[in-house]
């Protein structure tokens, strides 16, 4: 396949999906007869990422694959665009949030013993609604309460392609001392 109309089947379904497209979805994009070889995909990939770096925008990898997106320091005139108001999240909300990325998996149980105070239903709701956390199993101890975990869709709304990206922070290195675990005589 020409490497210029390889290009732009790529352009036209990353700038269609509505969602970041892994390499495999773009080989999906091929008859088994006309499919570019991985490496193709990638270097094409890659062209189009150079080719963007003088520009507005740009192609970016997520944990979900690849997608275009706005550069960051463009966001303030974008928002003009939008009456629409951002949604502002409490820092309660923030700090739950950063305490299941950082030390997932988490039961409710575990971020009230760190945050010091008790977390609402409404805001674990909001968090699984909007897809960024999800139940990933349930602790073994009475009540058997559910253990959260990060998703997909929150590396991607935070812009990160896996949890190694999120920044190293000091506080967060010594949470686990400061997480106390159940034993018999706390049950």
Known sequence: MKSLLLR?????????????????ELEKLFSDSE??????ILATVEDIQLDCRDRGYELVEVASGFRFQIREQLASWMHR???EKPKRYSNAMLETL???????????GDIELVRGVAVSSDMIRTL?????????????VPG?????????EFLNY????????????KVVENLEASVIQPTLSTL
Do not use: C, M
Request: net charge positive; aromatic share 8%; hydrophobic share 40%.
């Open 8 to 24: 732009q089947i790529i352009e036209g379904a990353l700038l269609l999906s509505p969602t970041p497209l892994a390499i495999a």
């Open 81 to 83: 665009l939008w009456e």
């Open 158 to 169: 935070f812009n990160l392609s896996d949890l190694e990206q999120l920044p190293k922070l």
């Open 35 to 40: 499919r570019p070889e991985r490496d193709q």
């Open 128 to 140: 699984l609604e909007r897809e960024w956390i999800k139940i990933v199993g349930h602790r073994d």
């Open 144 to 152: 058997k309460p559910a253990l959260y975990a990060t998703t997909k």
């Open 98 to 108: 950063a305490l299941i990325a950082y030390r997932q998996p988490l039961t409710r």
